[in-house]
């Protein structure tokens, strides 16, 4: 076949990344020739419009659907376009709703919506705009409290508060029970979901509210007592259910089914928003599938459940109070913790989470001798597992306990006595029809049955906790006073989403078989809008097929499925793993989803709407019996503890039957774990189909759990698991794509022959039916070589168009796209024809009018020229004579202004001068008093000085003589000091001779004896000579400071004196006229100043020598 070539925009599937970006340059045959651009790194690939183009390749058309490569969502550029609702995504495929995702995820939006459906992608990081008060508000208004003839959510960006707006709108006005089912895999943020849900659901009962957009937090209001317990509630369940897994650090282990009670009061009468009453009343909670191995092993990256940590990093003082042998405990006192890194979960610590625990605790009403009890009982699990046993008197089929403090411990703890745990945990009653013996456990038997007593005492605490809830919320026993019933529902159901592991086990397809039948329910849902969705089009419902997934529900639990033979060996004797999966694959041989495996005959696999699953069945059949040896209940019931002693309820329907029991020759007894959970289930599945169900599917973009960062294949498996991709095949399984009829007269028109398929419009059509009589038309044309016949031998178009709508069945919109350039030559054509006429006559006209019009176009602007030149002088002239009229009038004021003001001057001058004269006569006057009284003061002054420099002259001679007196005791006493040591250094030099010769000889010792004491009464009489020295030493000393104080006296009286002189020689100087007087004056203090220096100076001289 020849080469087509046309350039479109494509997805590519890729090993590495699952789709990539390409584009698409033509077709050979079944090839396709593509263009794949280069991209950094996966997180960069969005269109390939902003790419490097890179390498050319071929791709095999024969492995895409259909035979066409699925089309990127990109404008004419290749930028790729992001959808806030999917259902308008023109190519709703894998690919584009990956990329969509993906484009949205890198903008900071973490809801995208899917028809019906809510897609949460979590972003790893808290937006808090996305949910303010403010917000909350915004979306009850517009969904729940304002009247709209259109779908209410045009124009909202998807949230979560969309769903729990429409869910109590369904609710409260139109009387029909609400669910809304929250999936997704571990990490997803399905828990986090439940919550933003469950609070917004909470508010919005509130009525119409008035956003206030300078209120901190929009204006938030305080909760209803009952509404506050509903909803602080939920986060003690997490306490005892949830854990920190490698994939989420607080991951429910458990599914939940919440339903919220709401006291619908106009239930079935004419609501409206002013007469809306629907109130929460209250709340019940069920829980599913607990995952007990937790209890007692868990893998060393992860942890076991919060409620075990807390009660370690409780305060020593409170911890005690409940056992005191929690005294200086830590993780790794137990062996289920063990040690473990510290870590906070949602950013508190387990300390900060144990005392939110208790205060939630005491809000349901457990405070006192019951929370006392109930972390008893969890004492009672941590302490089983370091109970420990051995062989017993070397015998290894037979065991004791080898921990017998830690036994001891725990019979305290339960109430009980050492022997009777003893016995329960080393030995097992069995029971025939004729005699009851006892049978001795070895050391590994035993401790595995001391791990399923503490996995069933924690069932019962987690149970419990739950009827405490329940009982706490419940609208039938504490709303206005308890006795009400009939309240309306909204259920919010967060469970495990699919799951598939390279070990799979019991508990996994327990898990997929509850997501099967969700996806069941999801289809039919699916189903329904896509029927409504082609009745309001017009389109035939006859066009929708879809496949549904009966035959694996049929597989799992049919009479013959594979659960129903997992019952039937664990009631069997010897029942085993490898008997129940061989039968399970002779019975189900012919079911299309069942999977064997040739090489592990300890297998079997499952085909399930998300993809193949191989199940290692080795301990299914242990798993599936949920019963405990009649020791181990016995045990139980002797504990005071009531949690642990409380007998477990009566399942509600039991499938492996009453009679079941009576075929086994041992204890165990009661119903398997397949038939409780399948109950459950039943019943969760018949509360679903009598609401009106809403979907919210989370998504895990990356296994890193970092922000803006989605990772393609994860992100891919997950909307498989979800049910996302199945939505859209099911949606899509007809027409997989669609287009607004007027992007189609758009798009297309240039294929379109006029003559040969005219359009059926009339004049009295609106333009709604206009356009899609036009994109009939265009599309009968240019599609008619996609048309086939059924095997029916009907002939069936590629196409159906609707009254807004063109939906186009697999290919057809491919083809469209390919060829859509071939219809735009002729048109070409026209374009050129157009522009070159114009081009030619305008050149024409340029040849004969050219000249001449361009001379008259220039006289033209020149004569205008000239008039505006005229126009603006005498503008400027008659501006400039108004300019200088206008200044005359103002100078002439101004002069008359400046005239006025000097005369007012002259006067004031004269007025001014008399005034001085005045004053100047009485100054003359008092200079007069003054020289007279200022020389009196004067000669005063001078006379003073001469008797204070006499005074000061004698104290400086007797303190000079003072001064030589102590200079010469000084000298003295340092010459007697002098003495006195070489005095000493004489005594020292002997001593040290005698003691030299006292080693040597060691002869005449009395004699050395004697000179020695002679010598120390030298050194003491040197000594006392010393002290007496320093004594007058420090005698003359403080004689000294004595006259340096005298000293400093007097140098401050002289100073003051300057002070003074200085005074009184600077006020005869401003003040005395007699120069003579004057320079007298000044002499004298010079001199005074110069021989008081003198004397100061000799004085410092000397004391500085003396001491």
Known sequence: MGEKKSSSFVFIRDPVFGWRPAIQEGVQGDKAIVNVPEFKDEQSMMGAGDAKKGQMGQVNLKDYHAGVLPLQNVDALGNLLEFADMVKLPYLHEAGILFNLKKRHVMGMPYTRTGDIVIAVNPFQWFTELYTENKRKYYSNKLVWEESEQDPRDGLEPHVYEVSSLAYKGLAFGGIDQSILVSGESGAGKTETVKIAMNH??????????????????????????????????????????????????????????????????????????????????????????????ITVHDPEERTYHIFYQIICAPQNIRVAYWEKLKDVNRDSFKYIGPSANKKVEGLTDEEHYEATVKILALVNVTGDKLKMLFRAICVVLQSGNITFGPKNGDKDQSEITSLQAVADMADLMGCSTEDLGLAFTERTMKTRTETYKVPLSANVATDAVDAFAKEVYGKIFLWVVQEVNSATAAETNYKGGGQENFGIVGMLDIFGFESFVRNRFEQLCINYANEKLQQKFTEDVFRAVQLEYEAEGIALAEISYDDNTDVLDLIEARTGVMAMLNEECIR?????????????????????????????????????????????????????????????????????????????????????????????????????????????ASLMANLHKTSSRYIRCVKPNMKKKP????????????????????????????????????????????????????????????????????EAILLGTLECKEYKNKEGETKKAFVTGKTKSFFRAGAIEYLEANRATGLDSQAVTIQKLGRGYVTRKRFRDLVHGAAEREKAEREKNAREAQERADKFAKE????????????????????????????????????????????AKAEEEIEALREQTSEDARKALMEPKKLAAQQKKKIEENTKLIDYLKKENKKIRKDNDKIKTKYDVVKSNNEKLIENNENTGENFDDLNESTGQVHQKNEDLTVTLEKAKKDNKKLKERCMGKQEEYMSQAETRLEYQKSMARILNMIQDQSKEQQLVEDTVVIALECEAEAKAIMAALEAETGDGI
């Open 877 to 920: 002239k008659s501006d400039r004579d108004q300019g200088r009229s206008s200044r005359k009038t103002d100078l002439e004021a101004r002069i008359k202004a400046l005239k006025q003001q000097s005369e007012e001057a002259d006067e004031y001058k004269t007025q001014k001068i008399q005034e001085v004269s005045d004053r100047k």
């Open 201 to 294: 659901m909470a508010s919005v009962q509130a009525g119409p509210q008035k956003i206030d957009l300078l209120a901190e937090d929009g204006g938030a209001q305080d909760l209803d007592p009952v509404v506050q317990r509903v909803v602080d509630s939920n986060p003690l369940l997490e306490a005892f259910g949830n854990a920190s897994t490698r994939r989420n650090d607080n991951s429910s282990r458990f599914g939940k089914y919440l339903q919220l009670q709401f006291d619908n009061q106009n239930k079935g009468g004419m609501v409206t928003t002013s007469n809306c009453n629907c109130r929460l009343a209250g709340s019940k909670c069920e829980v599913y599938l607990l995952e007990k191995n937790r």
């Open 708 to 775: 803006n960062l989605m990772e393609h294949i994860p992100t891919v498996e997950q909307l498989r698991c979800a049910g996302v991709v199945a939505a859209v095949t099911l949606a899509r399984s007809a027409f997989p794509n669609r287009l607004d009829n007027s992007a189609v007269k758009f798009r297309y028109s240039s294929m379109w022959d006029k003559k040969a398929f005219p359009s059926k419009k009339t004049d009295s059509m609106t333009p709604e039916q206009a356009c899609s009589c036009d994109a």
């Open 573 to 681: 004797p010897k029942g085993s793993d490898f008997d129940f999966v061989q039968k399970a694959l002779k019975q189900n041989a012919k079911s299309p989803c069942m999977l064997s495996n040739k090489t592990d005959r300890m297998s079997f696999g499952v085909h399930h709407y998300a993809g193949k699953v191989m199940y290692d069945a080795e301990g299914f059949v242990a798993s599936n019996q949920d019963t405990l040896p009649t020791d181990l209940e016995d045990l139980m019931y002797k504990s005071t503890n009531d949690i642990v002693s409380k007998k477990p309820e009566e399942p509600a329907a039991a499938g492996g039957g009453r009679g079941a029991p009576k075929r086994q020759k041992s204890n165990i007894v009661g119903s398997t774990v397949w038939n409780k959970y399948k109950t459950q289930l």
